[in-house]
């Protein structure tokens, strides 16, 4: 199977429906996302699905990763929260646009985020920072973040959070339980978000 076809084809397409910024398609282009996915998924590794990665979790689909990449804006050297680490696919992504050295992950999982640490270490990602613990507290040592996104939904964005990101700065995360919304806030002065609705989406609950 010719992986690196399969994923040209794939951002081709991605790229024509979406009407992707420049730095997101590159980052599509170059991130290997078989590599992400367990070894008996990689045959599918290129179809725009969200895959099982184990502990109940899944590999967002990629034109979801492409979407939220977009929403966030994000510029080279952008200091980035992400919640719910998973196997690292959607934090190499972020890291292509940032730089690694600025991505900070957190993973409830202990084995998930060993297992993301490793294979971001493998494909070049070593410098991608990932936690274990509970996201729902950010990751306060490195704040105040420009960017912040949650790969899974909770009722609202937590607290945590938001205080973690810089004013001026961006949410972007799936909020809801049953129906989910992706909502993006952009941090006011006093603290609150201004937020957007970008539609209906399918995460896995916070934990
Ligand atoms: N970012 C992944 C998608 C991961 S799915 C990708 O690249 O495709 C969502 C992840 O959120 C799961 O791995 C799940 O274990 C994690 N998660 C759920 N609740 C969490 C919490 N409270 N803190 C941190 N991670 C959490």
């Excluded at 997101?24 to 590599?35: F, G, I, K, L």
């Excluded at 985020?113 to 613990?133: C, F, H, I, M």
């Excluded at 603290?191 to 995460?203: I, N």
Aim: glycine letters at 8%; proline letters at 5%.
């Amino acid at each position: 199977m010719d992986f690196e076809a399969e994923r040209a084809a794939l951002v081709d397409r991605l790229a024509r429906r979406e009407d992707l910024d420049p730095a997101t398609e590159a980052a599509m282009r170059a991130v290997p996302r078989h590599r992400f996915v367990p070894a008996d998924k990689r045959e599918s590794a290129y179809q725009d699905t969200p895959l099982p990665i184990g502990r109940g979790q899944t590999i967002s689909a990629p034109h979801m990763v492409a979407i939220m990449t977009d929403l966030l804006d994000l510029r080279e050297g952008d200091r980035v929260l992400e919640i719910g680490t998973g196997c690292g696919y959607h934090a190499a992504v972020t890291a292509e646009v940032v730089g690694a050295e600025n991505v900070y992950s957190v993973e409830y999982h202990d084995r998930l985020a060993r297992e993301a640490r490793e294979t971001l270490a493998d494909t070049g990602y070593g410098d991608v920072s990932v936690r274990a613990g509970d996201g729902k507290e950010g990751w306060a040592e490195h704040a105040p973040y420009d960017r912040a996104y949650l790969t899974c939904a909770a009722e609202d964005v937590p607290a945590a959070v938001v205080d973690q990101v810089r004013t001026g700065g961006v949410v972007l995360a799936p909020v809801g339980t049953s129906r989910q919304v992706l909502v993006k806030g952009r941090k006011r002065a006093d603290g609150s978000l201004d937020r957007e609705r970008h539609g209906h989406v399918r995460f896995v609950p916070l934990q």
